[in-house]
């Protein structure tokens, strides 16, 4: 791929080993270590750091001061909102390497992460799930679950377009934005075609 595909500030490093996809932009003071693989139309804020391996999907809005760990997957059309966090081992000590006990991370289609926000290692994010500023996760969130808080807790579910579903007496909900109806059963949510 030739590099005018994608844009890199000149402040910022590209190693070695990495694919960057057509209409990506890296914008100040980012580092983009070995053997990662970007999407096409990211956009890479000003002080990220993308730690080797790291997989990420198209249309992928990373906001500044975001470091994304070795073991993190985000699929297409993921935002990390400003100076969200990510780890990749349970019980991390200084003077203990562990770097054979990384722990996958994967946040599906169209996840949102708020500003702020803490994922700890090893769990997966649904598709369409909202984590809110601030929120710590510590486990496996569901397809279009909102949640907020530390530890975080769900207070609703959420379309795929950022609006908050209220589900009526049939368990059922239109989007204000999209006009895309959902159905609530039980724990889950789904989009009725």
Not at 26 to 53: A, D, K, L, R, Y
Request: charged residues 20%; neutral net charge.
């Amino acid at each position: 791929m030739e590099a005018e595909d994608y844009f890199v500030h000149e402040s910022s490093y590209v190693d070695n080993g990495c694919v960057i996809g057509k209409g990506t932009k890296i914008w100040h003071f980012s580092h983009i270590m070995p053997n990662c693989t970007i999407g096409e139309n990211c956009n890479v804020g000003q002080n990220v750091v993308i730690s080797p391996e790291v997989v990420i999907g198209n249309n992928v809005k990373i906001q500044n001061n975001v470091s994304i760990y070795t073991g993190v997957i985000c699929e297409d059309d993921v935002f990390l909102g400003p100076s969200m966090v990510f780890t990749n081992v349970m019980n991390p000590r200084s003077a203990v390497s562990r770097k054979n006990e990384y722990k996958k991370t994967i946040l599906r289609k169209g996840v949102t992460i708020g500003a702020n926000a803490t994922i700890v290692c090893g769990i997966e994010i649904g598709e369409y799930a909202f984590v809110g500023a601030g929120t710590v996760v510590i486990r496996n969130v569901k397809p279009y679950e909102m949640l907020v808080g530390n530890p975080a807790r769900q207070i609703g579910w959420m379309s795929e377009h950022g609006e908050k579903l209220e589900f009526n007496e049939k368990s059922e909900a239109v989007c204000k934005f999209s006009g895309e109806k959902y159905l609530l059963n039980k724990d889950s949510i789904q989009k009725i075609k």
